[in-house]
T-cell receptor, first 111, second 114 residues
Framework: GQQVMQIPQYQHVQEGEDFTTYCNSSTTLSNIQWYKQRPGGHPVFLIQLVKSGEVKKQKRLTFQFGEAKKNSSLHITATQTTDVGTYFCAGLDTGRRALTFGSGTRLQVQP | EAQVTQNPRYLITVTGKKLTVTCSQNMNHEYMSWYRQDPGLGLRQIYYSMNVEVTDKGDVPEGYKVSRKEKRNFPLILESPSPNQTSLYFC?????????????FGPGTRLTVT
């Protein structure tokens, strides 16, 4: 079945540094979604990418979908303490009618 | 307010004692799903439901049951809980399954089985 790997598992940065998490799928994805989970909270939808090579921005966050639609990345510019949390990518598996989540990247930001 | 609710939020129980975690959404969503979250493993789907009376297994269904008698409710049943079911559980819903439908998650239920 479809597998979605995410790296790194954990990253600790100083406030103001940049951060990137990468997501790789074993199969071609029809789309990819990104979620953020604050400590003690629940996953919250951030964005969806659909087209090959698509790039979307939300303020300091830049999301990219690979040309082959098998990988994706989330880049945060100049991290802030409010960025702390775990970021998950999720690929749509139409065969199983499910979102397959990556294992997540936990971001810690040192003030 | 549009939301997914779960009850209870925290539960400590003993091995073999049947329990039910309720999930309800007020957004008239067709698709509902249960996940468990364990450190280093991300979110793994337990069961999902495309609509009323239509349910199917996810990646880790062993030891769990679900039912979807009404559109808004999707309870998760553990008939005989075991310690390896200690986990954080999330219910989620979306308008439909498929393209461009984001999932809305409930607040989570932390279950400990001793």
């Amino acid at each position: 079945g479809q597998q979605v790997m995410q790296i790194p598992q954990y990253q600790h940065v100083q406030e103001g540094e940049d951060f990137t998490t990468y997501c790789n799928s074993s199969t071609t994805l029809s789309n990819i979604q990104w979620y953020k989970q604050r400590p003690g909270g629940h996953p919250v939808f951030l964005i969806q990418l659909v087209k090959s090579g698509e790039v979307k921005k939300q303020k300091r966050l830049t999301f990219q979908f690979g040309e082959a639609k098998k990988n994706s990345s989330l880049h945060i510019t100049a991290t802030q303490t409010t960025d702390v949390g775990t970021y998950f990518c999720a690929g749509l598996d139409t065969g199983r009618r499910a979102l397959t989540f990556g294992s997540g990247t936990r971001l810690q930001v040192q003030p | 307010e549009a939301q997914v609710t779960q009850n209870p939020r925290y539960l400590i129980t003993v091995t073999g004692k049947k329990l039910t975690v309720t999930c309800s959404q007020n957004m008239n969503h067709e698709y509902m799903s249960w996940y468990r979250q364990d450190p280093g493993l991300g979110l793994r789907q337990i069961y999902y439901s495309m609509n009323v009376e239509v349910t199917d297994k996810g990646d880790v269904p062993e030891g769990y049951k679900v039912s979807r008698k009404e559109k808004r409710n999707f309870p998760l049943i553990l008939e005989s809980p075991s310690p390896n079911q200690t986990s954080l559980y999330f219910c989620a819903s979306s308008l439909r399954f498929g393209f461009s439908y984001e999932q809305y998650f409930g607040p989570g239920t932390r279950l400990t089985v001793t």
